[in-house]
């Protein structure tokens, strides 16, 4: 018995939303080069627009930038610091012998130490020695005993035992850089600083509301987004975003006040 052959049928889909020039077009088919560039293209292009959106994430609007201080702000309207201290210097003291190591762990040595030399005198008669002892624990104590007494020193003969208050004056200091100035200045003299640490440098370039390869870059960006207002205490909202929501490993979005805001295209949420 013959076999019968029916006549394929174009399923409904291409019927439906072919356009009529193409489906006429169909007929022919296109040289072999022209049809390997037309199949080629649209995969270059949406590549191109993930590359393009992953490098350079949609930039935040000024009323966007607010929205996310103004939450941090209702969250925690005083914010502070974790670093203990008693007085501007102490601070100073604290912030040098932060480098490289967890506040927890610099409360933990300068509680005793600060009881006893809370004065650049007091850490002079104290000594070197006696100062590596009280911070052993936290990393290259030896270098920053050698500073804390080397800045008390200069704090003495050049500054009349007093803190400075410009960024040049601080940043002169043995073992004191742009952060350490940053920090003082904002936490003991209510300047509008943006100190940048791990843990903002991190934030800054994850939500891409300041994306920079250096800290002094996050900082300017910073600085350049925030609203005045909020300047005084943006640098602790950052920091306390970082280190207890925005984690290095495992950022925790599901709980973060700004996953509807944040640019990072691998949040979990
Ligand atoms: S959504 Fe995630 S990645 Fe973005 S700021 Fe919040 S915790 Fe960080």
Known sequence: MAKIIRPQRASASSVQFAPKKKAANAAKPLPKRAAEKAAKKPAKQVAKTIAKKIAKPKPWTAAEVYEVFDRFRKANPEPRGELEHLNPYT?????????????????????????????PE?????????????????????????????LSKKLIAEFGSEVPRTRAEIESLPGAGRKTANVVLNMAFGEHTMAVDTHVFRVGN???????????EVELGLEKVIPTEFMLHAHHWLILHGRYTCLARGPRCEVCLINDLCRWPEKTV
Request: glycine letters at 8%; zero cysteines; charged letters at 25%.
């Open 91 to 119: 601070l100073l003291v604290a912030v040098v012998l932060s480098a490289q190591a967890t506040d927890a762990g610099v409360n933990k040595a300068t509680r005793p130490l600060f009881e006893i030399a809370d004065t």
């Open 206 to 216: 994850r939500t891409g509301l300041a994306p920079g390869k250096t800290p002094l």
């Open 122 to 150: 007091k850490m002079l008669e104290l000594g070197e020695e006696k100062v590596r002892e009280y911070i052993k624990t936290i990393g290259l104590y030896r270098n920053k005993a050698k500073n804390v007494i080397a």
